[in-house]
Nanobody
């Protein structure tokens, strides 16, 4: 069992920045690939970024590439999402998720989920 708790969401103006953090506890954190997903009102949950246990070759959705950076600390058991140049369309509930083996953009493949942290970007 892996418990994930997100933090860092809030209200920010367009062009601003936020850093989301996900704290993990339970089974060996470093064995899991970690992902950030988001779900906007009335829309399906979508992949934002993912990072493997080895930290090499993180993946990003095209919509956030160049603006968001995912990182993880396997000693502190945390995974962060630094979000720069935020846009109104980034407004959503952001979730942290964990899965065994490699990164996937498919939310169905993730075994553990946090409760989500809201991000609202105003124009």
């Amino acid at each position: 069992q892996v418990l994930l708790v997100e933090s860092g969401g809030g209200l920010v103006q367009a062009g601003g920045s936020l850093r989301l953090s996900c704290a993990a506890s339970g089974r060996t954190f470093s064995a899991y690939a970690m992902g950030w997903f988001r779900q906007a009102p009335g829309k399906e949950r979508e992949f934002v970024a993912g990072i493997s246990w080895s930290i090499f070759n993180p993946r990003y959705a095209d919509s956030v590439k160049g603006r968001f950076t995912i990182s993880r600390d396997n000693v502190k058991n945390t995974v962060d999402l630094k979000m720069n140049d935020l846009k109104v369309e980034d407004t959503a509930l952001y979730y942290c998720a964990a899965k065994s083996r490699g990164i996937s953009v498919n939310s169905d493949e993730y075994d553990y989920w946090g409760q989500g942290t809201p991000v609202t970007v105003s124009s």
